[in-house]
């Protein structure tokens, strides 16, 4: 019984890597304001150590790898997910100084004060923010910088479906000033914080997941655990356009004090 279990629970898992990594990016996001975060961070070099943490397939380290010099590791819990990031390293040739490993937030490869810059676009929320800001700390230098997007809330108060959807999915959202203060708190200066534009929901995230539904649901006829998967992707995107003025993903840039 329990290793039928594991098997349904592997396939699910398969599942979902199959259709997140037919797209390019696993979350919201955008070349444009990736290079806008990167522009608040001054101290990189060739020799610079960077970390790009739930990585996915590498669609913000690609950019990343594209505007500094220096050496960056990407790492995702899904091999499916590292396999095609060493592969678009490989086409941007850069595999030398940009590569996947697979690994947890939870338990990073680093050594202590060893990054000069933490990326994570999209992902904090695995471990949650106060936690990822501060058990990833130690792992910086002094000065060294850490950027995140994280879910925020734009306003005090809100409907009740999409306060209740976020309550469910992820009680950590908070306003951005909460989120600034939990920064400050956690050991870094904040140096800046934007919300990033609805083209990195729309353009970027959900309108390539409808050509992929598609096809994705065509392979998977009839499957519960796949049309389970795009019911969610399609109402999340549904409630994004209900409510987008209300919530959105704001990036978070801090300086380790
Ligand atoms: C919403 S996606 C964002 C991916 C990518 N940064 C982007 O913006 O396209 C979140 C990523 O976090 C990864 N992830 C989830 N839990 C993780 C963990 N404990 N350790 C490392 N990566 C994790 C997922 O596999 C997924 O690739």
Not at 109 to 115: D, H, M, S, T, V
Request: glycine share 8%; proline share 4%.
């Amino acid at each position: 019984m329990s290793n039928d279990n594991k098997s349904i629970h592997e396939f699910d898992f398969n599942l979902i890597c199959e259709y997140f990594s037919s797209i390019e990016r696993q979350g919201p996001g955008s070349p444009e304001v990736t290079v806008k975060a990167l522009s608040f961070i001054d101290n990189l070099t060739d020799g610079s150590r960077i970390a790009d943490i739930g990585c996915g397939t590498g669609g913000q380290t690609m950019v990343l790898a594209k505007n500094i010099k220096g050496y960056i590791t990407g790492i995702d819990l899904f091999p499916t997910f590292i396999d095609l990031f060493n592969i678009n390293a490989r086409k941007l040739n850069v595999q030398d100084r940009v590569s996947g490993v697979v690994g947890s937030m939870e338990n990073l490869p680093f050594q202590n004060e060893e990054l000069d810059l933490i990326w994570s676009e999209g992902a904090i929320y695995n471990i949650g923010f106060e936690r990822g800001l501060m058990e990833w700390k130690k792992f910086l230098k002094k000065g060294g910088y850490i950027a995140v997007t994280e879910a925020s809330w734009f306003t005090d108060e809100r409907p009740t479906e999409i306060n209740a959807f976020w309550h469910d999915a992820y009680p950590e959202i908070d306003i951005i000033p909460n989120k600034i203060a939990k920064m400050q708190k956690s050991g870094y200066i904040p140096v800046a914080s934007f919300i990033i534009p609805e083209d990195c929901w729309t353009k970027h995230f959900y309108n390539p997941q409808v050509e992929a539904q598609k096809k994705f649901l065509n392979k998977y006829k009839g499957n519960q655990t796949a049309e389970e998967l795009i019911t969610n992707q399609r109402h999340e995107a549904q409630l994004y356009s209900k409510y987008k003025e209300y919530y959105g993903y704001v990036f978070y840039i801090g300086k380790k004090i």
